[in-house]
């Protein structure tokens, strides 16, 4: 073992380089995947019978193809259509699509969005309809009962779920290693394993890296857990 590589400067900025891209992408895609969760999840519950069944249809493809297809995708398939590489250069939002960076978050953005409609949805189905008589007693509107009553809800119900759907998209992001001039933690690993050849001790070292990030995360949604859920809590007598 020659873990002594890895300890050196120029390792340790590399992997400190790659956890920072990592992070990022982490932590943009559940930005963006929440709000679009969000509007899909209304459209999910709602009564409209034309966005409701294309909005299915689209968590269905996301949870149903492998999120590496998903980057391939976009990287060599939309990103490298001839329409939109016209038009990169000086077009807004194709300007984007030459970045690798973006392209990789736009496809961590939209499987997260899916998943996380999904979960969202459920809680909101899962209101009690006592909840909603209660409302309407009080005479809130149909609207001001979903953000008020319903909502707020949800969102505390859907905690553990989601906290599941962060860890997996924490884990995921090392896929963004399979686009060009991707530098994320799993990138590094593999620079250190092409200029040492030291697989072992390179991914050991990532490994632990995705393992600190998860204790942190599944610390944070414990916590959440009991400060929303507490009166969730069996208490003895």
Known sequence: MQF???????????????AATTAQLL??????????????AMALTGRHPVLRPWVSACTFVIRGTPLLIQVYLIYYGIAQLDWIQQRWDRLWPWTYFKEPFFCALLAFSL???G???EILAGAIRETEAGDIEAAQAFGLSRRQTFWHIVLPG????CIPAYSNEVVMMLHSTSLASAVPAM????????RVYADHYL?????IAAAVLYMGA????????RLAERRFLAYRIPRST
């Not at 943009?28 to 929440?34: F, N, P, Y």
């Not at 949800?154 to 119900?157: E, K």
């Not at 998860?214 to 949604?221: N, V």
């Open 4 to 18: 002594d590589v890895i300890l050196q400067p120029d390792q340790l900025i590399l992997y400190a380089q790659g």
């Open 27 to 40: 932590l943009i895609s559940l930005l963006v995947g929440a709000g679009l969760a969000l509007l899909m």
């Open 214 to 221: 998860t204790f942190c995360l599944i610390g944070l949604f």
């Open 183 to 190: 530098m994320d933690i799993t990138g590094a690993a593999g």
């Open 111 to 113: 499987n997260t969005a």
């Open 115 to 117: 998943y996380t409609a």
């Open 199 to 203: 697989p072992f001790e390179a991914y």
């Open 154 to 157: 949800a969102l505390r119900r």
